[in-house]
Structures are given as C-alpha cells and as structure tokens.
C-alpha cells in the first residue's frame, strides 16, 4: 500500500496515475536524479507488484483510476480498515467486496489465525497472499481492470454458494436519500449477493462519499448492520442517520 512506500516512489505512482507511463530520463530530469537511481526505484515499485518495467521505463501494474483513488485520504481509509479488521475473529469466515478502503482490511488481520476470505477483489488476493494464516477464496468472474474486480454470473453464483459471518462492502455514494449507489451495476449485485449471504454486513466507506450518489442504486442503508467511517462525517449528517435507525461509527 501507499504508506509502505519511499516518498520518491509516491512520487512516481503520481506520475503513473496521470499518464499511465513514465519515462526514465524524464523522471531523472524531473526528480534531479541520475537514471541509475531511478532504474533502481522502478525496479523495486516491480517487486512490489505496483509497475511493470519496460525498455526506458515503466507502465502501472495497477488501472490509474485505483491508483488515483488510493492517494485520496490514505489515512481516513486505513483507519476505517483498521477498524474493520478488529472486528474479525480467529477462525472467521468473511467477505471482502472489491474498493481501495475494503481492500486494506486485509493488511490489518496480521496476527489473526484460521481466517478464511471470500473476495472478488484482485486487490485484496494481492494485500492477503503472503499471510500463511489467511485462506483465500476468490470469486472467479469478468475482470474489470478499473475497479480490479471480478464480477458477472460467476462470481454471483460463487457468492452465492456460501455463507459467512461477516462481510464488508465499499460504495461510490451513500446517503439517506439514495442509499448506497456504484457507478458500476455488476457491482451493486456483488455487493446483494454479500449482503445475502452474511449474517452481518458492514459498510465502509470515508466520509467524503457521504451525499455522493452513483449511477446504480446498491441497497437502502438500513440493509447495513453497521457503516464504519471516519470523524470528517458531519455530526448532523450522524445524527440524521442515527435517527433513522442505521448504525453508525465515527473513527
């Protein structure tokens, strides 16, 4: 993730995130370092899984929409994944829904044992893949690169298949008068389907999706048993929600 990286490598995941490539001599001239160095910074960001190299230099491993996304409020997201992550327990069976805040709860279960994870998220098979104590289920379906999600009849019949405890899901927008809502329709149905087939189902989203309305309607925010976001929700906007019976947590 984002805050596991050099400040010089931020930088460069910028560039990629605007034009998709970079050259290495223009980010040597830009940065004021020699192309040695940056070779080397590239090739690292390939190790970590966020570039692919290529002659005179690289291309994002990783859609520029989701880089773009994961450098908005970086820390607001990682606190509502800490969050989340607390309220899973040893030998729980869960699901993640594809989004850059859902898919860092899977970073903060280091430590936990026995947990099994249902997910469409390519995101998350890349945070969870190195932790022996996580067993990971992946849906199966359409890639969407955009979202690094897999979606359609597949991944709906996978989901469907199973039950869990808990499971934690993303939005666009969310708000009393719209619920949640996606810009992306096959994700409304992942997000039913997980909703369907959890005994309890958490929204999180930041704060800055609050009043925010997509182009697909998901589900009414009293289908969620608990939303997790951050302390920039206005109180009004929680008391609003409070009072219309929607279980609410400010981080």
Do not use: C
Request: glycine fraction near 10%; charged fraction near 25%.
């Amino acid at each position: 993730m984002l805050a596991e990286l050099t400040e010089r490598e931020r930088i460069i995941l910028g560039r990629l995130s605007v034009d998709g490539s970079v050259s290495v001599g223009i980010l040597a001239r830009d940065l004021g370092l020699s192309e040695v160095t940056i070779r080397g910074d590239l090739r690292l960001l390939e190790d970590k899984g966020w570039v692919n190299r290529k002659r005179g230099g690289a291309a994002a491993a990783i859609h520029r929409d989701i880089l773009e996304r994961q450098r908005v409020f970086p820390e607001r997201k990682n606190a509502i994944a800490r969050a989340a992550a607390e309220m899973v327990k040893e030998g729980d069976v869960i699901m993640i829904e594809a989004g850059t805040t859902t898919a860092l709860i899977a970073r903060y279960l280091t430590g936990k044992r026995d947990i099994h994870i249902v997910t469409n998220s390519t995101l998350v098979f890349s945070y969870a893949r190195m932790n022996p104590h996580l067993q990971i289920t992946m849906t199966g379906g359409e890639f969407r690169r955009s979202t690094e999600s897999l979606v359609g009849p597949i991944a709906l019949e996978t989901i469907g298949r199973l039950n869990v405890r808990l499971a934690f899901v993303g939005t666009d927008g969310f708000s009393l008068k719209h619920g949640m809502t996606t810009h992306l329709m096959e994700g409304a149905e992942i997000v039913k389907a997980m909703k369907s087939h959890a005994q309890t189902t958490v929204l999180v989203a930041d704060s800055s999706k609050y009043g925010k309305t997509g182009f697909a309607s998901v589900l009414p925010l009293s289908a969620m048993n608990l939303i997790l976001t951050d302390g920039g929700l206005e109180e009004q906007a929680e008391t609003e929600l409070r009072e219309a019976g929607i279980m609410v947590r400010r981080l």
